[in-house]
């Protein structure tokens, strides 16, 4: 019976939460003349690749590469000690 009212506050407190998000992230009308203002959180992102050609990165050496692993891996029953 707790974990019930536990159960419904939670599931209650989730609709509460999803109708504020709803209402908070739609789009506004101005009273002055009913247009829609825009409430959006995305900016515009610009990438500047012009760095890839840096003489910075020109100068990396790459890692060493790693063999792969030879001979047997892991048990029969991995849950052994």
């Known amino acids: 019976m707790k974990n019930k009212k536990y159960l419904i506050l939670f599931f ?19 009273e002055e003349n009913n247009e829609v203002v825009s409430t959006t959180i995305w900016k515009e992102v610009n990438i500047n690749f012009d760095v890839l050609n ?22 029969e029953n991995p849950f052994l000690p």
Not at 12 to 30: D, E, M, N
């Open 12 to 30: 209650l407190c989730i609709t509460v939460a999803i109708i504020l998000g709803v209402f908070q992230f739609s789009p506004k009308k101005t």
């Open 54 to 75: 840096s003489s910075l990165l020109e100068n990396l050496t790459p890692f060493t590469k790693i063999s792969p692993f030879e001979g047997q891996i892991g048990k």
